[in-house]
């Protein structure tokens, strides 16, 4: 459930957290550079996903974010075409991904979910347009809110983010219980990421 646009900086300690964003709150325009579009999921695309995964250190090897993608992923390869995006370049190369998942707690709630940028096509403003489009995705889905995201420390730049666009870090795990993480990335995070 981790969530990273950025390669992963392992120097700072590990905690997690959770943050939202209610679902109906106005998304700014933020178009993609023209060298990159938008496509959705389609079968064979698990290996893009699993490459570009690993490119910024959420896996070890593609075959570790491979056996992860068959094992969370493969049985729903029908609400994968609706929810799972990527971002393409002229080359026909995917180099970015996100997921519109979601999380059930007596309900389906929203999920953003495993949003990563290889490194050599980071800086462009491409996770920006990517968290947008999936979050517009959201509103087309669900009625459900807020959405919700899984992040850590490692995820600082990523966090950054997230908060220009209206995330919230909450005190609880998604489950209700109170998350024993929380002062612990409030402390580490604020000299990265303003509370």
């Not at 491979?66 to 995006?85: C, G, I, P």
């Not at 920006?128 to 509103?139: A, K």
Request: charged fraction near 25%; aromatic fraction near 14%; glycine fraction near 4%.
């Amino acid at each position: 459930m981790k969530v990273g646009a950025a390669m992963l900086d392992k120097q700072l300690p590990y905690a997690e957290i959770w943050m939202t964003r209610p679902l109906e709150e106005v998304l700014p325009d933020y178009p993609l550079n023209e060298q990159y579009h938008f496509e959705k999921y389609r079968p064979g695309a698990e290996k893009d996903w699993a490459a570009i995964e690993t490119a910024v250190g959420e896996f070890d090897s593609i075959d570790e974010a491979l056996a992860y993608f068959d094992q969370a992923f493969a049985s729903y390869q029908e609400e994968l075409t609706k929810r799972m995006f990527f971002v393409v370049n002229e080359k026909n190369e995917r180099v970015a991904t996100c997921t519109a998942w979601w999380k059930l707690r007596e309900e389906e709630y929203p999920l953003f979910h495993w949003l990563a940028v290889k490194p050599e096509h980071q800086g462009k403003g491409i996770a920006r347009s990517l968290t947008i489009e999936v979050l517009r995705r959201f509103q087309q889905l669900t009625s459900q809110s807020p959405v919700y995201l899984h992040t850590q420390t490692w995820s600082h730049p990523a966090i950054k983010l997230y908060q220009s666009l209206g995330f919230t870090f909450i005190p609880d795990n998604f489950d209700g219980s109170v998350n024993s993480d929380y002062q612990k990335v409030m402390d580490i995070l604020s000299s990265k990421v303003k509370k």
